[in-house]
């Protein structure tokens, strides 16, 4: 009996070191592999182990107090199967995704702890250290196969390079703050009205995104290739322009999203002018917005390369100017008139305001590509695909309305969405509902942006669902004594239970702005 409930808990610690193998590297993940993030979502998000360590304790002290371990050791088996059961059933906004890479860390962490959850099942003291430390062993994995991995990386990223060189595919970078993804999205559409565009749906923007798509999709009869860029520190832009070598670009924003990244605005900039910087040493064209133009690296790099220039905003001194914008039944009319005095008139039908500048970055871009593309361009423009999670309206028949703005992580397109909200819940006769989770990524401006953010939410929404209020309290605490009805829930599902309490009517709207990760979402007790 003894050899039994000594194989019996080997068996239970092994189940419940792989459940939590998987739990850890959730996260792991969520993080790129990062250690240094990583043990930050450690701490934050609490991954420390309770139950199974309390469960340990408490059957150690039984053992030196009743002088018994076979039953205790096949009980204290059943409870670890228990936890084990109830951690996997657990769902996560993100799940784990199984590359290559991921199935290389989770089995070299498993052959591990295979042979540590044999020496616990001899030694039982020794699995208070190894559950604890699990997140050390994965951590350790991903640097046992590092050098591997960046082998694996650079095979990839050659063999995309070299089918770029073999291409004659006119490139595009498109990078900022914010709405890079909407305008990469745009000027693809519009582009193809000239030929195929090759591009990746979604937010990719690294290089290793990009080579992947690359090596899957590029084919030779692509015409364009519109790149996004995102940058996660200094010189992330410049390796991605290296890799891919744009001739154009767009930098749409230069604001406070990622500031906790960069540290400041002002860094922000230098990062996101390496995608001018490039572009203009390349002799090419650089389209960027007016309110860009304010910061000091771009106004350098145009005093150096004025001809490389297009800038687009309300001032008739611009390249492009928006001459108007009007909103009507839901969708822009909006004219633009180029320094020739040349204007083109078109039509988006997209929600929020932001989209003005989006889209006239866009068809800036289109028209220094090739000029005779106006006159093709305006029933594209009506046509427009709105972005999914994006400010994207659902309005199904006899339900109310859903305005899933659940990928917006900046201050003006939040503040967009909030007006819209309004908008539509007054056309509707109905509530203007919002649930967020506020913004990520702020640094020092995190309380004063939400501050204003919740000023705004409580001027003209009805109700505001807050999630994990306690990462937020400037919004919340700048809701007080507003019209809005403040409700505070710990997680997004919870946030859906409380909307199943409000009786929804089709006449409401219901606006999903931002939607954390669950690593700056979750607080949890393993």
Same mark, same amino acid.
């Given at each position: 009996?003894?050899?039994?409930?000594?194989?019996?808990?080997?068996?239970?610690?092994?189940?419940?070191?792989?459940?939590?193998?998987?739990?850890?590297?959730?996260?792991?993940?969520?993080?790129?592999?990062?250690?240094?993030?990583?043990?930050?979502?450690?701490?934050?998000?609490?991954?420390?182990?309770?139950?199974?360590?309390?469960?340990?304790?408490?059957?150690?002290?039984?053992?030196?107090?009743?002088?018994?371990?076979?039953?205790?050791?096949?009980?204290?088996?059943?409870?670890?199967?228990?936890?084990?059961?109830?951690?996997?059933?657990?769902?996560?906004?993100?799940?784990?995704?199984?590359?290559?890479?991921?199935?290389?860390?989770?089995?070299?962490?498993?052959?591990?702890?295979?042979?540590?959850?044999?020496?616990?099942?001899?030694?039982?003291?020794?699995?208070?250290?190894?559950?604890?430390?699990?997140?050390?062993?994965?951590?350790?994995?991903?640097?046992?196969?590092?050098?591997?991995?960046?082998?694996?990386?650079?095979?990839?990223?050659?063999?995309?390079?070299?089918?770029?060189?073999?291409?004659?595919?006119?490139?595009?970078?498109?990078?900022?703050?914010?709405?890079?993804?909407?305008?990469?999205?745009?000027?693809?559409?519009?582009?193809?009205?000239?030929?195929?565009?090759?591009?990746?749906?979604?937010?990719?923007?690294?290089?290793?995104?990009?080579?992947?798509?690359?090596?899957?999709?590029?084919?030779?009869?692509?015409?364009?290739?519109?790149?996004?860029?995102?940058?996660?520190?200094?010189?992330?832009?410049?390796?991605?322009?290296?890799?891919?070598?744009?001739?154009?670009?767009?930098?749409?924003?230069?604001?406070?999203?990622?500031?906790?990244?960069?540290?400041?605005?002002?860094?922000?900039?230098?990062?996101?002018?390496?995608?001018?910087?490039?572009?203009?040493?390349?002799?090419?064209?650089?389209?960027?917005?007016?309110?860009?133009?304010?910061?000091?690296?771009?106004?350098?790099?145009?005093?150096?390369?004025?001809?490389?220039?297009?800038?687009?905003?309300?001032?008739?001194?611009?390249?492009?100017?928006?001459?108007?914008?009007?909103?009507?039944?839901?969708?822009?009319?909006?004219?633009?008139?180029?320094?020739?005095?040349?204007?083109?008139?078109?039509?988006?039908?997209?929600?929020?305001?932001?989209?003005?500048?989006?889209?006239?970055?866009?068809?800036?871009?289109?028209?220094?590509?090739?000029?005779?593309?106006?006159?093709?361009?305006?029933?594209?423009?009506?046509?427009?695909?709105?972005?999914?999670?994006?400010?994207?309206?659902?309005?199904?028949?006899?339900?109310?309305?859903?305005?899933?703005?659940?990928?917006?992580?900046?201050?003006?397109?939040?503040?967009?969405?909030?007006?819209?909200?309004?908008?539509?819940?007054?056309?509707?006769?109905?509530?203007?509902?919002?649930? *967020?989770?506020?913004?990520?990524?702020?640094?020092?401006?995190?309380?004063?942006?939400?501050?204003?953010?919740?000023?705004?939410?409580?001027?003209?929404?009805?109700?505001?669902?807050?999630?994990?209020?306690?990462?937020?309290?400037?919004?919340?605490?700048?809701?007080?004594?507003?019209?809005?009805?403040?409700?505070?829930?710990?997680?997004?599902?919870?946030?859906?239970?409380?909307?199943?309490?409000?009786?929804? *009517?089709?006449?409401?709207?219901?606006?999903?702005?931002?939607?954390?990760?669950?690593?700056?979402?979750?607080?949890?007790?393993?």
């Amino acid at each position: 009996m003894a050899a039994f409930a000594t194989l019996l808990f080997g068996l239970a610690f092994s189940v419940l070191l792989a459940v939590r193998c998987n739990t850890l590297l959730v996260y792991f993940q969520q993080e790129e592999y990062d250690s240094r993030r990583y043990f930050g979502v450690w701490k934050n998000v609490r991954l420390l182990d309770v139950y199974a360590s309390l469960a340990i304790i408490i059957a150690l002290i039984l053992m030196a107090l009743l002088g018994g371990r076979t039953w205790l050791l096949i009980a204290l088996s059943v409870v670890l199967l228990g936890i084990a059961y109830h951690e996997q059933l657990y769902r996560y906004k993100k799940p784990l995704v199984n590359t290559e890479r991921l199935k290389r860390i989770r089995l070299t962490t498993l052959v591990m702890l295979v042979f540590l959850a044999l020496v616990c099942s001899v030694f039982l003291p020794l699995s208070l250290v190894v559950v604890q430390a699990l997140p050390l062993l994965i951590v350790g994995s991903n640097l046992l196969l590092k050098p591997s991995q960046d082998r694996t990386n650079e095979g990839f990223i050659n063999e995309a390079s070299q089918r770029l060189a073999e291409s004659s595919v006119r490139r595009i970078g498109v990078t900022g703050s914010f709405g890079k993804t909407t305008v990469k999205h745009m000027l693809a559409e519009m582009l193809e009205l000239s030929g195929p565009v090759f591009y990746s749906k979604g937010s990719v923007n690294t290089v290793l995104g990009l080579t992947r798509h690359i090596r899957q999709r590029l084919q030779p009869a692509h015409k364009y290739f519109v790149a996004e860029m995102g940058a996660y520190q200094r010189g992330s832009i410049t390796r991605l322009c290296e890799f891919v070598k744009p001739a154009y670009g767009i930098v749409t924003a230069v604001g406070e999203a990622h500031a906790e990244r960069f540290g400041g605005i002002e860094t922000t900039a230098l990062a996101k002018a390496e995608l001018a910087d490039w572009v203009c040493g390349q002799k090419g064209v650089l389209v960027t917005s007016e309110d860009v133009m304010t910061h000091e690296p771009f106004q350098r790099l145009r005093q150096q390369y004025p001809e490389s220039f297009v800038v687009v905003g309300e001032s008739a001194d611009n390249n492009v100017q928006i001459a108007q914008s009007i909103l009507n039944n839901g969708k822009w009319n909006i004219r633009l008139r180029f320094s020739d005095e040349k204007e083109f008139d078109y039509t988006i039908p997209l929600l929020g305001s932001h989209n003005v500048m989006n889209s006239a970055l866009a068809v800036a871009l289109v028209h220094a590509l090739d000029p005779s593309l106006l006159k093709l361009l305006a029933p594209k423009m009506a046509e427009l695909q709105q972005v999914s999670h994006r400010l994207e309206l659902k309005d199904a028949p006899g339900e109310a309305a859903i305005l899933d703005d659940a990928y917006n992580s900046n201050e003006k397109g939040f503040q967009s969405a909030i007006q819209v909200l309004r908008l539509l819940a007054d056309e509707r006769g109905g509530r203007a509902i919002i649930v *967020t989770p506020g913004i990520a990524e702020l640094g020092i401006e995190h309380d004063e942006v939400h501050q204003r953010l919740g000023s705004q939410c409580g001027e003209l929404c009805d109700i505001v669902v807050v999630v994990n209020p306690e990462r937020i309290p400037s919004f919340v605490g700048s809701m007080a004594g507003t019209r809005a009805r403040v409700i505070e829930v710990p997680s997004l599902q919870q946030a859906r239970g409380e909307l199943a309490e409000l009786q929804l *009517t089709p006449a409401d709207v219901v606006l999903y702005e931002n939607d954390l990760p669950d690593i700056l979402e979750e607080k949890r007790l393993l």
